[in-house]
């Protein structure tokens, strides 16, 4: 059975489960309790910024937990806890804030299973919303996955809908290994069906969520959709069947998906939120170059966004995003 | 709180194997035969040996760059101290942590740490999860000087007091951070001080002398367990040596330095005390002082002969299972 639920309710529904689940899960962030009394006076909690986690206090109040805005603080003592015997699930409001907390992540969670031996596990989740779309300009809309996925020892995913929102939480959470789950923004407020009861999407497969045959487009996270809006327009303007590949996990990363589309269609073009430089876009253009060559029939392409911090304004943010008018260019552009 | 003839030739053991852990791995780098950055404890003895003798393996401690004195005083084994700072297989962290993340977990020892403070939020997550899981055990945060002004030990004081966990955070003062002394970039005589703002209890004890490390501690520790938070122990110490092995030393005056370990060794003070309190004999520290040599020869040679690790094991441990 399945019902239609928002990305934010199908995380929320995530937590519950894991939590009930196993009593060693808690979650903790900046507001993520939010306040309200919870003795039943009336006062209701906030359940984070935008609500996602609202109602799980009542449920667990000893394992929701209100932190101070101490980013660092919180995210060292989530590792603490994690390697000593608690799963912990922190909130980093939005994944700009990695600047006040990377330390944790960068040298900690992500290096003391091979610092110690393989003696240390951190089985540490860090939720953290990602990328453009609410206007809320230069500090509070970059896709940083590219930072996470680039540190050895952590694992990065990203989901695109809310059923693969609840499937890969639940996997994070259970993960042995500190996960970087991300929440972009493009699709939190997305509706969608999702399964009930308790299910994982493993980390590291990607998803082939449409059969074209002519082009690969690769998306994750908030792309997939401006993927499958371009796939469609391609199909009925041009005449182009292409194969969408939802990545789902960017480190580990489903590399033979990567290759078995490309080998059926000989084109791909990358679709990635993020700006260019060192970006996913420009690591999987590597290895479709690298390990792909062969197939190849056209040049690789990357679509992005530009080399620049997200605007505020509205026209400029849209533009800042990557659209489906630039995917279908791109493929065009391929000859 | 008395300690019986026992407690006392442990306590007197580990800060002796401490020392002369410390100044063999001192002539080791000199003669070339162990290479990486060495920062050593020599001095601050009292400090992890009066602490640790209150914990058990189940109690967690997080350390520093420093760390080899608390590993020590925690029990982590010496043959696996010295395999893994000879970079070999037979390692405690199989040759992959090195000096400044040495760590043995089966002895609640989660880790030496080459960036200072960190280690601080990560001993209040051991307490979090101590609290959450009800296990009564405590975790020891140490620390330096320095570590006291960065942002994760002011962020883990507030978070530690305001959740009442069950942690210690021992501030070892050595009066230099790296190389500059403290009073050059802290305004305030005591680092203790800097618990009031956050409601918490402190105290201070003199470094040098394991009984006043270990008297604080235990009211400390009863503080923490009793579940009325963290507390922050503010321990005066000196580093004898430089702040790692090859220092030039040209920050410090001579004369100091040897004030410091002419007139306040650890090691001497607690000879002193346990000698003139006939709790001890001579002959049975002597016998230590002997054990303790034979048993780090016996390390070195072992590890000397221990073969490095595989190479396959170059990008094992990175994850879990059969993760890439």
Redesign the interface.
């Given at each position: 059975m399945s019902r239609i639920l928002t990305f934010g309710a199908a995380i929320n529904e995530a937590i519950y489960i894991a939590m009930k689940s196993d009593p060693s899960v808690i979650l903790m962030g900046e507001d993520v309790a939010g306040g309200g009394n919870r003795d039943g006076d009336g006062i209701d909690e906030m359940g984070g910024v935008l609500g996602t986690t609202k109602g799980l206090v009542k449920h667990f109040p000893d394992r929701v937990l209100d932190t101070p805005i101490s980013e660092m603080g919180l995210m060292g003592t989530g590792v603490g806890a994690a390697a000593t015997g608690m799963r912990p699930i922190v909130e980093l409001m939005f994944m700009d804030f990695l600047g006040t907390c990377l330390d944790p992540l960068l040298n900690q969670a992500s290096k003391l299973r091979y610092m110690l031996g393989g003696k240390a596990r951190i089985p540490l989740t860090v939720r953290t919303v990602s990328g453009a779309g609410m206007q809320a300009a230069a500090q509070h809309s970059q896709s940083l996955y590219w930072i996470t996925t680039g540190i050895p020892g952590l694992k990065t995913v990203i989901p695109s809908n809310p059923a693969d929102a609840k499937g890969l939480l639940l996997a994070a959470i259970r993960d042995d290994d500190p996960v970087i789950f991300c929440e972009p923004k493009l699709v939190l407020g997305s509706k969608g069906e999702v399964p009930e009861g308790d299910y994982e999407i493993p980390i590291g497969k990607a998803n082939l969520v449409r059969e074209g045959g002519d082009v690969t487009l690769i998306g994750f996270g908030g792309t997939v959709s401006i993927c499958l809006k371009a796939a469609k327009q391609l199909a009925a303007e041009d005449g182009i069947e292409a194969d969408v590949l939802d990545l789902r996990s960017l480190q580990p990363l489903d590399e033979e998906a990567i290759l078995a589309t490309l080998s059926r269609t000989g084109r791909v073009v990358i679709v990635d939120e993020s700006t260019p430089r060192c970006s996913i876009a420009t690591d999987i253009a590597a290895l479709c170059v690298d390990r792909g060559f062969d197939f190849l029939e056209a040049p690789v392409k990357r679509v992005t966004a530009p080399h620049g911090p997200v605007p505020f304004s509205r026209p400029l943010e849209q533009a800042y995003i990557p659209s489906a008018a630039s995917v279908i260019a791109a493929v065009r552009a391929q000859g | 709180m008395d300690l019986n003839r026992d407690q006392l030739l442990v306590a007197y053991r580990k800060m002796r194997t401490i020392r002369s852990f410390e100044e063999k791995l001192g002539e080791l780098v000199a003669a070339g035969k162990m290479g990486g950055f060495m920062h050593l404890y020599t001095g601050e003895e009292a400090v992890a040996v009066g602490v640790c003798a209150h914990l058990s393996d189940d109690d967690?401690v997080?350390s520093t760059h420093r760390g080899h004195g608390h590993c020590i005083a925690k029990g982590v084994d010496v043959a696996g101290m010295m395999a893994e700072l000879f970079g070999r297989a037979t390692?405690?962290?199989?040759?992959?942590?090195g000096s400044m993340?040495i760590?043995?977990?089966?002895r609640g020892m989660?880790?030496a740490?080459?960036?200072v403070g960190?280690g601080?939020?990560?001993?209040?997550?051991?307490?979090?999860?101590?609290k959450?899981?009800r296990t009564g055990h405590v975790?020891v945060a140490f620390f330096g000087d320095g570590a006291s002004n960065q942002?994760?030990f002011?962020?883990?004081l507030?978070?530690a007091a305001?959740?009442k966990l069950p942690v210690l955070y021992v501030v070892e003062n050595n009066g230099f951070g790296e190389f500059t002394p403290t009073e050059f970039v802290i305004p305030v005589k005591d680092i203790a001080v800097r618990a009031t703002s956050y409601g918490m209890k402190s105290l201070i004890a003199d470094g040098m002398d394991f009984f006043d490390v270990f008297e604080k501690t235990d009211e400390a520790l009863d503080h923490c367990r009793r579940g009325e938070g963290p507390v922050l122990l503010e321990c005066k110490t000196y580093r004898f040596g430089g702040h790692f092995v090859g220092d030039p030393l040209v920050y410090r005056s001579k004369e100091e330095a040897e004030d410091w370990i002419q007139n306040h060794d650890p090691l001497d003070g607690f000879e002193n005390h346990v000698i003139e309190a006939g709790l001890v004999d001579t002959d049975d520290l002597r016998r230590i002082d002997h054990e303790v040599r034979e048993i780090l020869e016996a390390a070195v040679t072992a590890a000397e002969a221990a073969p490095f690790p595989d190479l396959s094991e170059l990008t094992?441990?990175?994850?879990?299972?059969a993760?890439?």
């Amino acid at each position: 059975m399945s019902r239609i639920l928002t990305f934010g309710a199908a995380i929320n529904e995530a937590i519950y489960i894991a939590m009930k689940s196993d009593p060693s899960v808690i979650l903790m962030g900046e507001d993520v309790a939010g306040g309200g009394n919870r003795d039943g006076d009336g006062i209701d909690e906030m359940g984070g910024v935008l609500g996602t986690t609202k109602g799980l206090v009542k449920h667990f109040p000893d394992r929701v937990l209100d932190t101070p805005i101490s980013e660092m603080g919180l995210m060292g003592t989530g590792v603490g806890a994690a390697a000593t015997g608690m799963r912990p699930i922190v909130e980093l409001m939005f994944m700009d804030f990695l600047g006040t907390c990377l330390d944790p992540l960068l040298n900690q969670a992500s290096k003391l299973r091979y610092m110690l031996g393989g003696k240390a596990r951190i089985p540490l989740t860090v939720r953290t919303v990602s990328g453009a779309g609410m206007q809320a300009a230069a500090q509070h809309s970059q896709s940083l996955y590219w930072i996470t996925t680039g540190i050895p020892g952590l694992k990065t995913v990203i989901p695109s809908n809310p059923a693969d929102a609840k499937g890969l939480l639940l996997a994070a959470i259970r993960d042995d290994d500190p996960v970087i789950f991300c929440e972009p923004k493009l699709v939190l407020g997305s509706k969608g069906e999702v399964p009930e009861g308790d299910y994982e999407i493993p980390i590291g497969k990607a998803n082939l969520v449409r059969e074209g045959g002519d082009v690969t487009l690769i998306g994750f996270g908030g792309t997939v959709s401006i993927c499958l809006k371009a796939a469609k327009q391609l199909a009925a303007e041009d005449g182009i069947e292409a194969d969408v590949l939802d990545l789902r996990s960017l480190q580990p990363l489903d590399e033979e998906a990567i290759l078995a589309t490309l080998s059926r269609t000989g084109r791909v073009v990358i679709v990635d939120e993020s700006t260019p430089r060192c970006s996913i876009a420009t690591d999987i253009a590597a290895l479709c170059v690298d390990r792909g060559f062969d197939f190849l029939e056209a040049p690789v392409k990357r679509v992005t966004a530009p080399h620049g911090p997200v605007p505020f304004s509205r026209p400029l943010e849209q533009a800042y995003i990557p659209s489906a008018a630039s995917v279908i260019a791109a493929v065009r552009a391929q000859g | 709180m008395d300690l019986n003839r026992d407690q006392l030739l442990v306590a007197y053991r580990k800060m002796r194997t401490i020392r002369s852990f410390e100044e063999k791995l001192g002539e080791l780098v000199a003669a070339g035969k162990m290479g990486g950055f060495m920062h050593l404890y020599t001095g601050e003895e009292a400090v992890a040996v009066g602490v640790c003798a209150h914990l058990s393996d189940d109690d967690i401690v997080t350390s520093t760059h420093r760390g080899h004195g608390h590993c020590i005083a925690k029990g982590v084994d010496v043959a696996g101290m010295m395999a893994e700072l000879f970079g070999r297989a037979t390692g405690i962290c199989k040759g992959k942590g090195g000096s400044m993340h040495i760590a043995d977990l089966d002895r609640g020892m989660l880790g030496a740490n080459g960036i200072v403070g960190a280690g601080i939020p990560l001993a209040t997550g051991a307490g979090l999860s101590a609290k959450l899981r009800r296990t009564g055990h405590v975790a020891v945060a140490f620390f330096g000087d320095g570590a006291s002004n960065q942002g994760s030990f002011h962020e883990s004081l507030n978070m530690a007091a305001n959740w009442k966990l069950p942690v210690l955070y021992v501030v070892e003062n050595n009066g230099f951070g790296e190389f500059t002394p403290t009073e050059f970039v802290i305004p305030v005589k005591d680092i203790a001080v800097r618990a009031t703002s956050y409601g918490m209890k402190s105290l201070i004890a003199d470094g040098m002398d394991f009984f006043d490390v270990f008297e604080k501690t235990d009211e400390a520790l009863d503080h923490c367990r009793r579940g009325e938070g963290p507390v922050l122990l503010e321990c005066k110490t000196y580093r004898f040596g430089g702040h790692f092995v090859g220092d030039p030393l040209v920050y410090r005056s001579k004369e100091e330095a040897e004030d410091w370990i002419q007139n306040h060794d650890p090691l001497d003070g607690f000879e002193n005390h346990v000698i003139e309190a006939g709790l001890v004999d001579t002959d049975d520290l002597r016998r230590i002082d002997h054990e303790v040599r034979e048993i780090l020869e016996a390390a070195v040679t072992a590890a000397e002969a221990a073969p490095f690790p595989d190479l396959s094991e170059l990008t094992t441990d990175v994850y879990g299972e059969a993760t890439r």
